[in-house]
């Protein structure tokens, strides 16, 4: 379970992308039963969570592709902010 942390979410005003969603604009992938709950903006890729779990994932629609790319919300935007994210595609 996704604990509620950035309700507001987390907008990067240099990439003009919301890495991490407002809590009421976060949705089921239409690609799978995960939870929507970022973008990195490129390519359709979606910033995930599956039910029951915290870790982020990374699914590229293109390929349906997809992995772990942070441990948590607060992970992921760490990552961002020093341009450390490890795509899995």
């Keep these: 379970m996704v ?3 950035f309700p507001d979410g987390h907008y ?3 990439a003009q992308v919301w890495v991490v969603l407002p809590v ?3 949705k089921k992938s239409h690609w799978n ?3 929507v709950v970022g973008h990195p903006g490129f390519d359709g890729v979606e910033f995930q969570v599956a039910k029951g779990s915290q870790k982020i994932l990374a699914l590229y ?3 349906d592709e997809i992995g ?3 441990s ?3 992970d992921l935007v760490r990552k961002w902010k020093m341009d450390s ?3 899995p595609f």
């Design 24 to 26: 009421q604009e976060r």
């Design 72 to 74: 948590d919300l607060e």
């Design 33 to 35: 039963d995960n939870l």
């Design 85 to 87: 994210i490890d795509y």
């Design 12 to 14: 990067c005003s240099e």
């Design 3 to 5: 604990k509620c942390s």
């Design 68 to 70: 772990v790319v942070a």
């Design 61 to 63: 629609p293109n390929t």
